[in-house]
């Protein structure tokens, strides 16, 4: 019944800035963490960062910290991730995903195995 769509995706040039969205519906998120992850052809996916959704604690991966922000509007059931100073290595499939009941030490936000729903995938291209 959980259901996330992304959206906001496309093409831009290096040091361009890109908002993508994630739209949550079905269930009672106030517990969940929120998370992005990227997929880039060839290469295996990659944690992007993640927010909870009660408190807003965020946390990123070392390739995006500083340039990426995370962020959330309860009210509309969505988790934004805010992409400034856009390189080339970014350009990949953004997949917002979800961790039922929020990150374990056995479940931390940053693997893959952690999340119980995701998306489809949001392409972000980025020329150089």
């Known amino acids: 019944q959980v259901q996330l769509v992304e959206s906001g995706g496309g093409l831009l040039q290096a040091g361009g800035a890109l908002r993508v969205s994630c739209v949550a519906s079905?269930?009672?998120?106030?517990?969940?963490?929120m998370g992005w992850f990227r997929q880039a052809a060839g290469k295996e996916r990659e944690f992007v960062g993640a927010?909870?959704?009660?408190?807003?604690?965020?946390f990123y991966g070392d390739s995006v910290k500083g340039r990426f922000t995370i962020s959330r509007d309860n009210a509309k059931n969505t988790v934004y991730l805010q992409m400034n100073s856009l390189k080339s290595e970014d350009t990949a499939v953004y997949y917002c995903?979800?961790?039922?009941?929020?990150?374990?030490?056995?479940?931390?936000?940053?693997?893959?195995?952690?999340?119980?729903?995701w998306g489809q995938g949001t392409q972000v291209t980025v020329s150089s």
């Open positions: 927010i909870t959704w009660n408190r807003g604690n965020k």
């Open positions: 995903a979800a961790i039922r009941g929020g990150p374990t030490t056995a479940r931390p936000m940053g693997l893959m195995s952690s999340y119980d729903y």
């Open positions: 079905g269930g009672a998120f106030n517990m969940y963490a």
